[in-house]
C-alpha cells in the first residue's frame, strides 16, 4: 500500500495507539507518526522500544503539522487534550478518536475543533485486557470493526481518508450514527464489561471460599470473567461515566431477566431455564458464522490445548 | 502407562465421555471401554466413529464385568441410571460420575450403591460449549482438575487407581469435601454461566439494537459470553436446579454488587469505579500465576489473531 497520510499525531501512547503504529508501520500507511504521552515514563518507553517514529514533549509539539490526529487517551481526558491541541492543528488536518463511547466524545471534543479542521470520532472494536505502550502489536485489528462515527455532514475525501487507512490497519469499517453507536456498544460491551467486574469482584470478597481456591478451579467461565475484568480501570471508568443512560438502560434489563432465571432456579422450573438455555445457544451460532470467532473448542481451556 | 481398569464402563456418550475414552486410548489405561446413551442415534454415532471399544444397547450390558462405571449423563438423570444398573455392578468394582454439582448426585445414587461397590463421585473441571458424541477430545483434560468427592470414608486402593486414571488421561487430581465443592463452584462456574446466559438473552430481546447488529459488532466482553452462553441446555438446566442454595447465594451477592456499581455510575462516582475495577485486575494475574490461563493477548480476538 502506498502512504495515505504524511504525518500521523497519536496522542496518548496506550494499547490502541501502540498497536496503530505499529499496523501502519507494516504496510507503510503514513510517512512520519509522531506521538505524545503526558507520562514521562511512557514517554521514555515508547522512545526507548521505538513505539513511533518520534516521541514529542508536548501534544502541541506532535499535533503541527500532522494530516491525521488521533486522540487516544481516556474519553474523560479528551477535553482536555482538545483544548490543548486546537490552536496547533493544520487546516485541513483530520482529528479522530478512538475512544469506546462516541457522544461523550463529540460532546467534549466538537466544540473546540476549529474551522477547516475535519472531526471524524472513531472506535476500533479491538483490544486486550493488557495496557500502557508495551502492549500494542501490529496484528490487533485484523480482521475487527472499526466504527467511524461522525456527526452531520463530513467532508467525503476525509472520510475516504479514514476509511482507508483503517482497512489498510487491517480492519472492516462501518460507519454509524453516535447515539446508536452508543447503545449497540453497551449491549455488546459496556455491561458485559460490569457484570464480569461484578462477578470478580464478589468472589474476591466471599470469605468461605478463599482466594486461593477461586483461582485454583477457575473453570470454565468465572475464567473468561476475570480476563474482562482484567482490563484498564481507567478507561473503563470513563467509559460508563460517559455512556450512563445506554448502560444503565442495558442493567436495568440485565437485571430482570436475571431475577425471572432466579425465580426459575428457586422454583424448580426446569423447562424455563431449558428454553432460555437454547435461545441463546443459537446467538452464538449466529457470531460463528458473521466470522468473529471459530468454534474451535477451547471454551475454558485458554491457550493450553492448542 | 500400563492398565489401570482392566473393563471401564462409560454411561452417556457426550463430550466428557467421549474425551475421556480418547484419554484413555492415548495411553492405554483401559483394557477395553465399554459404552451406552440412552439415545439409539448417539449410540449409532459413537459406533461409526468409533468412540468406544464397544457400544452396548443398554446400561446393564455396558457395565457387566466392569471394574470402572463412570455416569457422564446430566445431573438430572443419574438417579434413573443408578437404579437401572445398581443389580449388574461387580463386587469390588468403582462407580463414579462427572456431574457439576456433587451433594445432589450423591443423594440421588448414593442410596442405590450396592455394598461392596466404591462410590466415589468427581467432576472434571473442563468442557467446552460443544455437546454430543462427536465432540469429544483426548486433550480435553489436560492440564485441568479433576475433583474426587467422596462423602465419608471410602477405600483407598480404589481412591488412588482413580486417581491414576485421571492423572493418565493429563488432569490434576485434588479432593474435596461435597458441600465447599458445590459453593466453589457456584462461584466459579454455575453463577458466572447462568449470568452469560442472562447477558445473551437481554441481547436477543432488545428491538433496537438489531440481532445482525449485536452479532456483527460483539466485540470484546460479549462474544466471551456467548461462547459461554452456547453449553449444553440440559446439563446447565440440571446444574442450577441441583446446586440451587449455593448458586442463589452468590447471584445474591452479585446481585447487591451489582447495584452498587450501578448507583456509582448513576452518581458520577468515578473514584468507586476505578477502585473496584483495579481490585479485580490482581485477581486476573492470580489466575495467570497459578498457571489456570496465559496473558497471552487473545481477549476480544477469539482465534483470529494467532
Known amino acids: 500500500m502506498s502512504v495515505i497520510y504524511d504525518r500521523v499525531a497519536l496522542i496518548g501512547l496506550g494499547l490502541i495507539a501502540g498497536s496503530m503504529s505499529l499496523a501502519m508501520r507494516r504496510r507503510g500507511l503514513a510517512g512520519e507518526v509522531t506521538g505524545y504521552a503526558r507520562s514521562a515514563e511512557t514517554r521514555d518507553t515508547a522512545r526507548r522500544i521505538g513505539l513511533v517514529d518520534r516521541v514529542c514533549d508536548s501534544a502541541a509539539e506532535a499535533v503541527e503539522g500532522a494530516d491525521l490526529v488521533v486522540l487516544c487517551v481516556p474519553v474523560g481526558a479528551m477535553e482536555a487534550v482538545a483544548v490543548d491541541i486546537a490552536p496547533h492543528l493544520k487546516t ?14 463529540i460532546d467534549a471534543v466538537g466544540p473546540h475543533v476549529p474551522q477547516g479542521v475535519h472531526f471524524i470520532p472513531a472506535h476500533p472494536l479491538a483490544g486486550t485486557e493488557h495496557s500502557g505502550p508495551e502492549s500494542g502489536f501490529a496484528k490487533l485489528f485484523d480482521n475487527r470493526w472499526c466504527l467511524l462515527v461522525p456527526e452531520g455532514g463530513v467532508d467525503d475525501a476525509a472520510m475516504a481518508n479514514l476509511r482507508l487507512l483503517w482497512e489498510g490497519m487491517g480492519a472492516h469499517v462501518d460507519q454509524m450514527e453516535p447515539d446508536h453507536h452508543d447503545l449497540v456498544l453497551a449491549v455488546t460491551s459496556h455491561a458485559p464489561h460490569l457484570i464480569a467486574y461484578t462477578m470478580v469482584g464478589v468472589a474476591d470478597d466471599l470469605r468461605r471460599v478463599t482466594d486461593s481456591e477461586v483461582i485454583k478451579y477457575s473453570a470454565a467461565g468465572f475464567r473468561d470473567f476475570t480476563r474482562i475484568a482484567a482490563s484498564d480501570p481507567t478507561m473503563w471508568r470513563d467509559v460508563f461515566l460517559s455512556n450512563k443512560d445506554a448502560t444503565l438502560e442495558i442493567l436495568g434489563r440485565f437485571t430482570e431477566e ?4 432466579q425465580r426459575a432456579i428457586r422454583t424448580g422450573d ?3 431455564l431449558f428454553d432460555y438455555f437454547s435461545r441463546t445457544r443459537a446467538i452464538r451460532r449466529g457470531i460463528i458464522e458473521a466470522g468473529q470467532d471459530t468454534d474451535a473448542p477451547d471454551f475454558g481451556r485458554g491457550k493450553q490445548g492448542e
Open 92 to 105: 485541513g488536518a483530520t482529528l479522530s478518536d478512538v475512544g469506546s463511547t462516541k457522544r461523550a466524545v
Open 258 to 261: 436475571l431475577f425471572a432465571l
Open 270 to 272: 426446569g423447562d424455563h
